[in-house]
């Protein structure tokens, strides 16, 4: 691109570090990203356009940490006031969002990022940069493409899919390559020198006889944008925008609609009525966080998407909720029984626990987890026993709650304390961020062991560190009893009592998420509320490895070793 390279060349700098991105301009001079496409396959980059957004080194001075806000304020300095036809300064507009979105889909454009004004720069997805889009569009893997006696260059439609979550291509649908004669060649070609024998898909792509299906290696993504996905997984209107070549195709996911778009301008009337997994759901525009602008029907989206990693960890158990029907800015209440109330797809449990009592709720399915979205749950804590045995616990859970005023390096020096004493006692575990302000650390068991001795072994391990390590550790609850201390919550070991559940999101604002994580990534981890709503489903999508391998089918036992090595007894069986 040397004319682009010129032109900052001749900026009024010796040294900088500019963040921005190349545009070509087609139609309507919007940015067309098949046009830029096109402009580097030719080599024709004259016309190329850049647009700064940030400036993070500038002449020996290191800016990441400066507010975005004065960041911007030296860019527009820097890039304004000069004969630089190509290089040009992106304006910030400080309005309210949803105008300034609903603008942007009016114009036709994509859509817009909103960034934090006072925020630092950071080189990772964060909470302080929102990508709002207009329509859905993603990335999909073309497993095939279609022809007909009039198609143009042998070639018709694009068959597009995307891997589920155990690895198989799921045909969604069919995409027209808007290319020009060159550029619709080279793709040809490129299909052609990957044609296989076989359909690469597990379901059959709908064919109306009149066109020849030719299968692919799937290899080549597609960019599409597209209306909807339709209750088949099919996508609806679908347009192309381009072949992407920036990451490989085992990583293309059907994203959430949370995550694709923020929906804009739909009245409360057409709201009404939409239905997700079988759910209606009622009033989707309804704001839960006012902080960041998540609505109930970006907590539905989330609970569907969500719903093959969460169910594992809930399906079997009863469960308590917390509800807060007028969002994070009203009132919240904990509800452990139906009371009347007819949750979607909600199952009941009785209980030998309780005679008499009321039936214990239960989540089981997609259905289900979306029921509660519906029904304003913003957090779903579960038992440490599932059925049929709701008298034995298959699990303790260690509760790492800190004073607020540690910092983060003394969780994860506690978490790795906590899990080198367990391994001393032979015990495997596992670990998630509670999304809150500690770790859960979990411990598998057979059910071998009543109530009584769960909560007591648990109970144990807190007094052991609370003895060992008395400058750290506390085994007493109430915040006067940890004051620069990590308090082992033992408590969630009783009968009936429950933790916030693996992928649930919790009552705080971004609706951020406990989230499980290895042992082996725990350097990696910044804070126990880092990934919210947004960034969870992105990460599972790109997980190769279930970080709690080998949890599903631990089984273990407390031993009498154990208790000894604690310096402690079990209790007494009655």
Known sequence: MPVLARELASLDMDTAWLDGEVVALGRDDLPDFGTLQEAFATRKTDGLLYFGFDLLYLNGFDLREVALQKRVNLLEQLLTGNDLPHVRYT??????????????CKLKLEGILAKRADAPYVSARNR?????????????????????????AGLDRLLL???????????CGAVIPTLKGPMRASLLKKLTALRIPSRPFVNEPDNDRKRKLVWVKPELLAEVSFIEWTRDGHIRHASFHGLRDDKPATEIRRQSVSALRKSVGNSPSRARGNAIASVVITHPERQLDPVTGLTKGDLVSYAEAIAPWALPHISSRPVALVRAPAGLSGERFFQKHAEGMSFPGMTLLASELYPNHQRLLNISSAEALVGAAQMNVLEIHAWNASVPQLDRPDRIILDLDPDPELPWSSMQEAARLVK??????????????????????????????SWDEAKAFSHAIAK?????????FSAVSGPKNRVRKIFIDYLRNGKGASTIAAFSTRAKSALTVSMPVSWEELERVTRADQWTMRTAIERMQHLSVDP????????????????????????SRK
Not at 91 to 104: G, K, M, Q, R
Not at 129 to 140: G, H, I, T, V
């Open 91 to 104: 304006d910030f507009f400080p309005f309210d969002v949803d105008s300034v979105l609903t603008t942007a």
């Open 128 to 152: 302080d940069w929102l990508k709002l889009k207009c329509n859905l569009r993603q990335e999909f893997v073309i497993g095939g493409f279609s022809s007909t006696n009039g198609a143009a």
């Open 161 to 171: 899919g995307v891997e589920d979550n155990f690895g198989k291509l799921n045909y």
């Open 420 to 449: 080198l004493v367990l391994d001393e006692l032979a015990l495997d575990s596992w670990i998630k961020t509670s999304g809150s302000k500690g770790y859960h650390v979990v411990v598998p068991l057979g059910r071998y062991h």
């Open 464 to 472: 052991h560190f609370a003895r060992v390590l008395p400058n750290h």
């Open 548 to 571: 709690w391998d080998g949890y599903w089918t631990s089984r273990q036992r407390i031993t009498a070793a154990m208790w000894r090595a604690l310096n402690a007894r079990p209790p």
